[in-house]
């Protein structure tokens, strides 16, 4: 028998009943300052516990810098963040509202989180200009792209952004044989025509000279503010032309966290260094 | 429709098919027709109907590509589409018969009848009408394209396991085709039509129709595979096919593109097999053959994989060699398949496409 009182609640109009309610995710909401929350999260492989209990904050128009020697989880942490990687228990959200452990690769792109990945990925068989054309942020359902044409706006763009990365040149060029250097532009490139919110940059100057080097740091320092970006880099030079906050992981959790010169001189921090 | 065209620009090789498909479309019917007999470039309509197959096969090996060179899924169970879309064809046929079987039962089947069935099952219904027929030669192949996609795609099976999905849907289906209680036929499949709309299928003029019904066939498949890949969304399945998980992180959903471009195939594979079916006669469950699927693979090789016309060529030269080869020398065609492989690896891994395309480098 039916109680008449979930009868009625049943023949209420008004009732929305929660499997009819659409699972979107809220679009980002950056009203408390914070773009990124990670709380308490373990990821362990085999056993081997790769992140663990690992609680990071960054603030919306961050530059963040994450340093730590090799092994310490730096890569798995992106992981996380962008749905390749589930984590075992803990909490990852985008601003106040977007559960990024409930949404995949895609989604999570398309939320505004781009990702440089540490060995430059880059479609070796495509242009330049089409590596760019294939990130620029849009519409990427299948209809959509099937019938996709380049505006005069967004060949300015991609034109643009080329100049920035010092590829213009290139644009007709086959990514695949760019140098290791202009692989990583290019995939630093692909990020901008993106357009994320939250950038994440694993190792941005492998492989660069010192000029690249100081003009990489150049681009993502005036990236912050409008953007958050978190640079995962061994550099210490490096770390320290672009850094304003250090966080030192080591063995899957925040070691220490500060300026430069604050964690370099944190005795913990130096005996992780120095233990290696 | 005009940007479909537009893709044609800057496509020379492409063009050429193109304008030799025009040229034999009007050629071949006419050299069949209208030149007497007795003339030199007279087509004899087993000739005419031999060219007609080529052509379907050229369109099913386009289709091949479309998923292989471009999406980089190595399909062995193409000719489960293409077998579809050939019993579509069939159960129209068998129904055009009508009471002219040889149990003159004017609704069921020949083998019905033999089978001591009463009714005709409910599947066959429809297939009396020659739109309903059209519809389900594109409609089925997609079904199980949209079904076998859906599952692998979306749990990201890649490389030789999906393959090897693909070669036991068809090797599946084939032992379900053998059946006598699934309804087609069994072993013997279906064949001894008579008409298709009404047209004898006899008569050299309807024998013309299919074939300039297969070049156009074949033409539009070129041009709507060609139109897919010079399109955005033909850069994401190269992206696909060489970097699958950098593309999602760029926001794509692979498995989607993945499950479109698959169902198109599927479809374009379809309907070659509904134009093959009543120019060569018969359809039976061999056509599910696994080793058939292979044989389209090894076409593509040949002509060249990720350039569509290369398909087609492949699949002219290599059914041309297996039709010379199965008539001089019956039992040799698998090895001749297997050496045909071997050597197109060894020395043209581009396949006969790379030839032309070295050519045009060194000028
Ligand atoms: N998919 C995986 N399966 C098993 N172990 C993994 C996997 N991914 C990472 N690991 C392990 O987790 C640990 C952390 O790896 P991670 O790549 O995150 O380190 P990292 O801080 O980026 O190091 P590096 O500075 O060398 O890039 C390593 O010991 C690695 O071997
Ligand atoms: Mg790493």
Redesign the pocket.
Known sequence: MISSSSLRSLLNREEVFPFLVPDIPPELDLSHGVILYLEGISVS??G?K?INDLNLYIDDGELRCII?P????????MDIITGKTRPDIGSAWFGQGINLLKLDEPEIAAKGIGRKF?KPTVFEEHTVHTNLELAMAGDKSVWKTLKAKLSSEQKDSIYEVATLIGLKEQIRTRAGSLSHGQKQWLEIGMLLMQSPKLLLIDEPVAGMTQQEMERTAELLTTLSGQHSVIVVE?DMDFVRSIARKVSV?HQGSILAEGTMDEVQNNQQVVEVYLGE | MISLFASLRGDRAGIILLILLLLATVAVPVCNLVVPENSPVHISTFTMALLGKYLCYALLAISVDLVWGYLGILSLGHGAFFALGGYAMGMYLMRQIGDRGVYGNPLLPDFMVFLNWKDLPWFWHGFDMFWFTLLMVLIVPALLAIVVGWFAFRSRVTGVYLSIITQAMTYALMLAFFRNEMGFGGNNGLTDFKDLLGFSLQSDSTRAGLFIASALALAFGYISCRYITRSRLGQAALAIRDQEARLRFIGYRVENIKLWIFTFSAMLAGLAGALYVPQVGIINPTEFSPLNSIEMVVWVAVGGRATLYGAAVGALLVNYAKSFLTVTFPDAWLFGLGAIFVLVTLFLPKGVAGLFKKQEAHR
């Open positions: 492989f085999d081997f790769a730590g090799n092994g310490a989880g730096k890569t798995t942490m540490q061994h992981l």
